[in-house]
């Protein structure tokens, strides 16, 4: 079973630029390539939503409370996604997941334990 690991969380004062990373592994690189990655978070009481998304050829979406601020990539020989994160608001405050999209465009994969983004001054 594929397993995901997210890092890079922790305690960022509003404005910050942190980098969070998510490296699959029982994945053999050229399958990662292929696959479309996500980051989600799920703030506290709310559901899971999704953030970003990069496809196997680098096309990127976001979510419109993200948009232009921040800034999803992928390094297929690493099997790791980024999300590069700026000017942190206290609203950016979640768990972030990564996933792999499946066909249908839902998360493929059991959840990993995710990393903990808390925006606070």
């Known amino acids: 079973q594929v397993q995901l690991v997210e890092s890079g969380g922790g305690l960022m004062e509003p404005g910050g630029s942190p980098e969070l990373s998510c490296k699959a592994s029982?994945?053999?690189?050229?399958?990662?390539?292929?696959?479309?990655m996500a980051w989600y978070r799920q703030a506290p009481g709310k559901e899971r939503e999704l953030v970003a998304t990069?496809?196997?050829?680098?096309?990127?979406n976001y979510a419109d409370s993200v948009k232009g601020r921040f800034t999803i990539s992928r390094d297929n020989g690493k099997k790791t996604v980024y999300l590069q994160m700026s000017n942190l608001k206290p609203e950016d405050t979640a768990v972030y997941y990564c996933?792999?999209?499946?066909?249908?465009?839902?998360?493929?994969?059991?959840w990993g334990p995710g990393t903990q983004v808390t925006v606070s001054s």
């Open positions: 996933n792999v999209l499946d066909t249908t465009n839902q998360p493929k994969y059991d």
């Open positions: 029982r994945m053999i690189a050229s399958v990662f390539s292929g696959n479309v």
């Open positions: 990069i496809t196997g050829g680098g096309v990127e």
